[in-house]
């Protein structure tokens, strides 16, 4: 053998070597898709953005129902309250109190507005992949054009609910992402609603152009949802008449509900009915009835005192903690399952109803509330309110029962600048009710960790304000 | 795939040009050298000294009567060397005419340093006097005739300053501790250095698995895990050389940056016939019985009139057994002309003190090389090892044995059952009963090729593979309560299947007054490497059997399965020179630049570049009594990849809206993720005094870390809670002082000491952009009010507690919260907003000293202390056998932050450490310190004289007594300072010790001889 071709040879093997290292460093995570791995499952992607806004839809009600309670008393209420992290501008969710997540577990907690921001990337992140399947035709509908497709009505509709809750539920929030072009500042509330009617507004568009034939074959109603998510967010703008012309068109007995069950059951049911209830006497600020100890059912009708079945509770007379004896129980949602309504022809006609009062249309607007009660066995509202106070007291009673435990009632005291003066009249030995005329604040790990937020919380929503 | 890498071709071609270079045979004409290495001061011949034509490949090592013979050296006038470790190294002239045999005797000075020797780089020997770094090394063979260690950790024990190996957790085979000058990582799992055999890249996993689904209460094994490193048989050991840092370690990039371990099997010599070695061992392991029991007043158990009735279930009795230990080695080696061998079979079984707990390791091994021409040569190396560990069932485990043992309520014991009433129900006979199996199959084996066309021109190319497949499998039978499952039983199955491929080519070219300048004179290498580790676990378990009987996954009600995978790839390329500027002063210069597999996309290549300073003052201007003093600096970097899949953005399937299919974030992955890098500054003193009988190394090693690998909190906008970045820089600095002495040499007794001692400190210099700001308001209730009011901020870092200028390595008191009771009963609530430091996890001070007699020709002995200075540790066994006996008066000795004022302490603690208090104590921690003294080896070995082994056709023989971990000195109310939880380092923080099973205590009887 000659040995020095040899070394000749054994050096090019190396060069060849080194020419296909290129290749040689790509590994892949067989447990894991890649971007490039989702250009081929659009179902899941699809499903990905609508399915988060039902599931951050489950915990938002908690956190409205349950921790809206908690906000509005300073101080230690809870055997996890230790911190008393309420921040004059934002809250750090994660080590938030109530939030039910220890202090070192930082990464995994489930806080709703980092929830949501997480969710609103997902969304973003599934149109760009759905985009690009399409365009590369990867797509079984790749013959079709993206932004005519039930797929991209799908996204945009989970991205749409995901800016709603959001600005439902904080005075503030991002929209965007330090990784996105044009940031991600942190926008007020009624900015963020500017943007969710944006986002129903191109549902609506793009179920426009969808095939008729193929719409007989779904069973989503995405068209009527976004109607009645832009209506709610016109009406949250001030925007009554926007409001009502698109409410006009949501058809009675519509409902797009938050499908449960599998990886994330209906928490507000496992929760009220398991253990969470020894933390919060839940809805104590907004049932002043005083109800026999073994009360389970209906509780009675503001009005009349008759049951009424959009209110079913159960009365716990021994709490886990504390000298309060009582404590009540929602059981609206039978079960782990149980869908929770997130828009409905119900919103529709309470629309309605809140843009006839605002217009002085008081009689107009206890007609359409009669005639809702009545699908409930409820007789008329035996009075007509006489000025602004008590229509608004009704109005929002009425949305009160209606939306009992659908996480409205906090937004909907904020709006009216009722929270103060409901909290402070509920103040007692160890609840000191100060009633925060605001929502949520915005997220302070949001503020800290994306550069492109100005943190100065003097330039934001205060819950103390 | 972008071409960043393809830089690779450049240094390739590099590598192709030199390995163009001339090639010349070399004269077919040889001659033969033979002589007799003997001690100059007593006339003992020495054993094993290697003996080398220099400017050639041929060696030659010495027998028992010091004989040697170096056959087929070309014809030529050469320099002939010998080494010894021991003595100080000889040099002479030598011509070489055909056909004639040299006569060589030496005679060598005994010294205590190694100041001058040989170490092995890239396939050559170089003078030590040319490195301008400290590289440590062991001979392996030559330590074990003095300390019989059964293990690689043992091996490396208290040897090197600068290199913490010890036990520390679990027993026999249970995970254990090396790393090399300190903490400098938010990786400590990470901090164990990469270990090479034979140049392959050798799995040293040490991790206990416990995040499998389905996986029943605490890890695996309760934390004690199993150490791959106790595959490895110190009998096939030739050596074991230890580059401690990026400023030696450089050339092996991205992952080097805690050191590297090289670790070289025994070779055949040349022209040697068979030469056997038979090792036999024979011994026990029995713990000390000083097992923290006297929070039990009275061990006992109790008759049907509740009358003490004894003896006891005291563990210090019961729990401690006799361990069996026994092993046998047998070897074989020579070689002839062209080709040598090395061929070795052992079998060893050892039994921890605590049982059920055992290992039984058969390994066989054959090395061979074969020189096919003047210029070329292959290497064989093949060794096989089947490593059977029962392992202990230990650590924070209510499942575990020694937790069980400690805690079991001898008042509740009945003579049917002395051991019954455990922690949560489970007691000691329930827990022995539990099968654990750690079953390893591990062939490691490497080609390489080596090409020489002249004497000064090398090349060297290595393909080698480490492939692991270890079975675990633990069964909790049906029937017996455990904590997690019940009494309806588990079993559990599964594999780790790693591989680890090494590819490696290098060249060297060693230059003498190039172009006919006289300062070019040096050594030019070049070379790449790749490796690619796969590593894939998969575990099934079943649970809810219905009956005993069925041990098998198929018998049960419910089955779950995991499966995880890591992979990562790197290519590297370097090139270094080494400038010998003159006979004293030499000057290195390398560079190396990598691929990884775990880089983001668009990071490219990394560069490591490293330099080096020797300077050895010529004799002629050294002071009187100074033989040696050289000067030495080296600045150099590594790197530390991160994890297999931290670069990329990925995803896992989930479910939405009922069961439909979706996505969801697994990972945010970063693409301009990069190794966390590590930049060294080494300065040392060699020095030699009196002949080499006293020797001094003494190094200062001055790191910074930067680009710190941390899972950083991101904002929720971006995807996800977390993701690795590169955010942090931390220091790590300290002195090593290796002091080595020839006290006596005469005739008929001589007595040479060493003593060790390094200091390391460690800080978190930064976390760069992600440090944030104290900005969470306190709020505190006014009592007379009852409002609260806002108090102050809390610094709500994002790193887990670490905190910037702080060590690494703070061992953390957690927060303490719960109610206190006060005196009129009625709870009020209070936490501790901060987590307290209580001290350092690892010990600031470690050294050792070690002493060697010889008495007369035939009688050794030796004995070695260490000790550790500065570290602290949660001692949960003290804590909450406290917590449990309801001991008042050790209790008082706790946190007196625990102790609301008022009350008699009594009553105070008891309210507070009652079951039935609301205070949360298990964020209580008990801190106490690690400081101790060990007597670490003791041993005696006797030499058969050769008059009575000849008779019997030995050649040497030597018997050795030896006694290891015998006892220690300490402060902590404890049974091991050293002990801990969990096999990995991960919890530095919190450093705990809570059940792990001590130290093996091991008294041995081996009988080594030569045939």
Redesign the interface.
């Known amino acids: 053998?000659n040995?020095?071709r040899?070394?000749?040879g054994?050096?090019?093997l190396?060069?060849s070597?080194?020419?296909t290292?290129?290749?040689?460093?790509?590994?892949?995570?067989?447990?894991?898709?890649?971007?490039e791995?989702?250009l081929t499952?659009l179902?899941?992607?699809g499903?990905?953005a609508?399915?988060?806004a039902?599931?951050w839809m489950n915990w938002y009600v908690i956190w409205q129902e349950l921790l809206g309670d908690a906000l509005n008393f300073?101080?230690?209420i809870t055997y996890n309250?230790?911190?008393?992290?309420?921040?004059?501008g934002r809250v750090?969710f994660n080590?938030y109190p109530v939030a039910r997540t220890p202090?070192?577990s930082?990464?995994?907690?489930y806080n709703f507005?980092?929830?949501m921001?997480?969710s609103?990337?997902?969304a973003h992140?599934a149109w760009e992949i759905a985009e690009l399947a399409y365009e590369k035709g990867d797509s079984m509908e790749a013959e079709l054009d993206f932004e005519s497709s039930f797929l991209a009505a799908q996204i945009k509709l989970g991205w749409a609910f995901n800016n709603m809750y959001l600005g439902l539920f904080s005075c503030e929030g991002?929209l965007?992402?330090?990784?996105d072009e044009g940031g991600?500042e942190m926008y007020l509330d009624v900015q963020i609603y500017d943007s969710a009617a944006s986002l129903f507004t191109h549902v609506i568009e793009i179920m426009g152009r969808v095939d008729p034939f193929l719409i007989e074959f779904q069973d989503r109603d995405y068209l009527n949802a976004a109607r009645t998510g832009r209506a709610l967010m016109r009406m949250l703008a001030g925007d009554y008449e926007g409001a009502v012309a698109d409410a006009a068109t949501v058809p009675d007995g519509f409902r797009y509900d938050a499908?449960?069950?599998?990886?994330?059951e209906n928490w507000n049911q496992m929760y009220w009915r398991g253990f969470q209830f020894r933390y919060f006497r839940l809805h104590d600020w907004v049932i002043p009835d005083t109800l026999g100890p073994t009360f389970s059912g209906s509780l009675p009708d503001r009005w009349t005192g008759l049951p009424d079945r959009r209110r079913q509770v159960q009365y716990l007379p021994k709490p886990f903690f504390g000298d309060r004896p009582e404590t009540i129980l929602p059981t609206k949602y039978g079960g782990s399952?149980s869908g929770i309504s997130m828009v409905s022809a119900i919103h529709a006609r309470l629309i309605e109803a809140e843009a006839m009062a605002m217009s002085g249309n008081f009689l107009g607007a206890m007609t359409v509330l009669d005639a809702m009660r009545v699908e409930v066995n409820l007789p008329a509202i035996p009075f007509t309110p006489e000025n602004e106070v008590q229509m608004l007291d009704v109005l929002l009673w009425e949305r009160y029962a209606w939306l009992f435990v659908e996480g409205w009632r906090q937004p909907d005291l904020h709006r009216s600048g009722l929270t103060r003066a409901v909290f402070e009249a509920l103040n007692d030995y160890d609840r000191?009710g100060i009633g925060r005329p605001t929502k949520f604040p915005g997220?302070?790990?949001?503020a800290?960790?994306?550069?492109l937020?100005v943190?100065d919380a003097t330039q934001r929503c205060h819950p103390n304000a | 795939m972008s071409n960043r890498y393809c830089l690779g071709g450049a240094a390739a071609a590099l590598a192709l040009a030199l390995g163009g270079l001339g090639a010349t045979g070399l004269s077919a004409q040889t001659g033969t050298v033979t002589g007799e290495i003997t001690a100059a001061t007593t006339g003992a011949p020495v054993y094993q000294a290697l003996v080398r034509v220099t400017e050639t490949l041929v060696t030659a090592v010495s027998n028992q009567r010091g004989r040697y013979v170096l056959q087929n050296v070309p014809v030529g006038v050469y320099t002939m060397t010998v080494h010894s470790i021991g003595y100080t190294p000889q040099e002479r002239e030598i011509t070489i005419t055909p056909g004639v045999s040299l006569i060589e005797d030496f005679g060598l000075e005994v010294s205590a340093t190694e100041l001058e020797g040989l170490v092995v780089k890239g396939g050559k020997l170089i003078d030590r006097k040319k490195l301008g770094v400290s590289l440590p090394t062991i001979d392996v063979d030559e330590m074990k005739e003095i300390v019989p260690a059964q293990n690689f950790i043992h091996v490396m024990e208290g040897r090197i300053p600068g290199v913490k190996s010890i036990g520390s957790t679990g027993g026999v085979g249970s995970g254990r501790e090396l790393r090399i000058r300190g903490t400098d990582s938010f990786g400590f799992t990470a901090q164990r250095p990469v270990i090479y055999i034979d140049g392959v890249r050798y799995d040293s996993q040490k991790e206990d698995w416990g995040y499998m689904r389905g996986v029943a209460c605490c890890y695996f094994s309760g934390g004690a895990g199993e150490d791959r490193l106790s595959d490895l048989n110190p009998e096939e050991i030739d050596r074991i050389e230890v580059l401690k840092g990026p400023a030696a370690a450089t050339l092996f990039g991205s992952e080097a940056s805690a050191g590297v371990i090289q670790v070289f099997t025994k070779r055949g010599q040349s022209n040697t016939p068979a030469q056997f070695t038979l090792n036999t061992t024979l011994g026990r392991n029995r713990l000390r019985a000083n097992l923290p029991t006297t929070l039990r007043p009275q061990f006992g158990f109790f008759d049907e009139d509740s009358v003490l009735v004894g003896p006891a279930a005291d563990p210090n009795q019961s729990l401690i057994e006799n361990g069996l230990i026994n092993g046998y080695d047998v070897t074989v080696s020579g070689g002839s002309d062209n080709i040598t061998y090395f061929v070795s079979a052992g079998i060893s079984y050892e039994e921890g003190s605590v049982k059920p707990n055992d290992q039984t390791r058969g390994s066989v091994r054959v090395n061979l090389n074969w020189t096919t021409s003047n210029t070329m040569s292959v290497g064989i190396t093949s060794g096989f090892v089947r490593n059977r560990i029962w392992v202990v069932q230990a650590g924070a485990n209510p499942n575990g044995v020694y937790m069980n043992g400690l805690y079991s309520n001898p008042r509740e014991a009945t003579e049917e059952d002395p051991e019954c009433c455990g922690v949560q129900g489970v007691g000691v006979i329930a827990a022995r009963e539990i099968k654990t199996f750690s079953d390893t199959d591990r062939w490691t084996g490497r080609i390489q090729l080596t090409y020489t066309p002249s004497h000064s021109f090398i090349h060297q190319l290595t393909f080698g593979l480490d492939d692991v497949t270890d079975q675990k499998s633990r069964h909790m039978p049906f029937g017996n309560y455990y904590v997690g499952i019940g009494e309806t039983g588990e079993r559990n199955l599964g594999y780790r299947v790693s591989k680890k491929l090494t590819t490696d080519y290098l060249s060297t070219l060693d230059y003498d007054q190039l172009f006919g300048i006289g300062f070019l004179t040096g050594s030019l290498s070049a070379g790449a490497q790749g490796y690619w580790d796969v590593a894939n676990m998969s575990m099934g378990t079943g649970k809810r059997y219905s009956a005993p009987g069925i041990e098998s996954l198929n018998g049960a009600a419910l089955v779950y399965s995991d499966e995880a995978y890591e992979e990562i790839r790197n290519v590297g390329f370097f090139i270094q020179n080494r400038f010998d500027l003159s006979n004293d002063l030499f000057v290195t210069a390398a560079v190396r630049a990598d691929g990884n597999s775990a880089f983001g996309k668009s990071f490219g290549l990394q560069v490591y570049p490293k330099a080096d300073v020797a300077y050895n003052f010529p004799s002629s201007v050294l002071p009187g009594g100074f033989s040696n003093l050289k000067v030495r600096a080296a600045i150099g970097m590594a790197g530390k990849a991160p994890g297999p899949f931290d670069n990329l953005q990925s995803y896992f399937a989930g479910t939405v809206m009922g069961d439909l299919p979706a996505v969801r974030v697994a990972n945010a992955g970063n693409e301009l993720l990069g190794p966390e890098n590590k930049v060294e500054l080494e300065t040392g003193l060699d020095i030699g005094l009196f002949s080499n009988r006293i020797g001094l190394e003494l190094t200062y090693y001055d790191a910074e870390v930067i680009n710190g690998l941390y899972p950083s909190p991101i904002a929720a906008s971006q995807g996800a809670y977390q993701r690795v970045e590169n955010c942090c820089a931390f220091l790590n600095r300290g002195v090593e002082t290796a002091l080595s002495a020839s006290l006596v040499d005469m005739p008929q007794f001589s007595w040479s000491a060493s003593l060790a001692y390094e200091w390391n400190m460690n800080r978190i210099t930064s976390f760069g952009d992600k440090a944030q700001p104290d900005s969470l308001p306190l709020y505190e209730e006014d009592e007379a009010t009852g409002y609260w009011s806002h108090v102050g901020w809390r610094y709500a870092n994002s790193f887990g507690g670490w905190y910037e200028l702080q060590p690494l390595d703070n061992v953390y008191g957690e927060d303490i919260r719960g109610y206190f009771i006060t005196e009129d009963g009625d709870p009020v609530h209070k936490v501790t907003h901060f987590p307290f430091l209580r001290g350092l996890a690892q010990p600031r001070h470690m050294g050792s000293i070690f002493n060697t007699f010889q008495l007369g020709g035939n009688l050794r002995a030796s004995v070695q202390f260490r000790g550790e200075l500065g570290a602290v540790f949660q001692n949960y066994t003290y804590r909450d056998g406290m917590r449990l006996c309801q001991c008042f008066d050790d209790i008082l000795e706790w946190d007196p932050l625990l102790l609301p004022e008022g009350a008699s302490p009594t009553d105070r603690v008891r309210r507070q450490f009652s079951y039935d208090s609301l205070v949360d104590y298990w964020y209580v921690p008990h801190i106490d310190r690690r400081d101790h003294i060990r007597l670490q080896d003791v041993s005696i070995v006797y030499t058969v004289p050769q008059v009575f082994a000849s008779r019997m056709g030995l050649d040497r023989t030597t018997v050795t007594l030896s006694g290891y971990n015998l006892h220690w000195w300490d402060d902590c109310r404890c049974e091991d300072p050293n002990n801990k939880s969990f096999a990995d380092d991960t919890g530095e923080r919190s450093t705990i010790s809570a059940f792990g099973v001590p130290q093996p205590r091991r008294f041995l009887l081996s009988v080594r001889t030569r045939f």
Do not use: Q
Request: a negative charge; glycine letters at 10%; hydrophobic letters at 40%.
């Open positions: 053998m040995w020095h040899a070394g000749v054994l050096g090019a190396v060069v070597v080194g020419l290292a290129c290749d040689l460093l790509r590994v892949k995570d067989p447990g894991r898709y890649e971007e791995d989702l499952a179902e899941a992607v499903n990905t609508e399915g988060n039902h599931k300073i101080g230690p309250d230790e911190y008393a992290l309420i921040d004059d750090d080590t202090a070192n930082r990464y995994v907690a507005p980092d929830g921001a997480e609103r990337w997902l992140k991002v965007g992402s330090p990784d991600a499908i449960l069950g599998g990886s994330f399952t000191r997220s302070a790990r949001e800290w960790l994306n550069p937020v943190n």
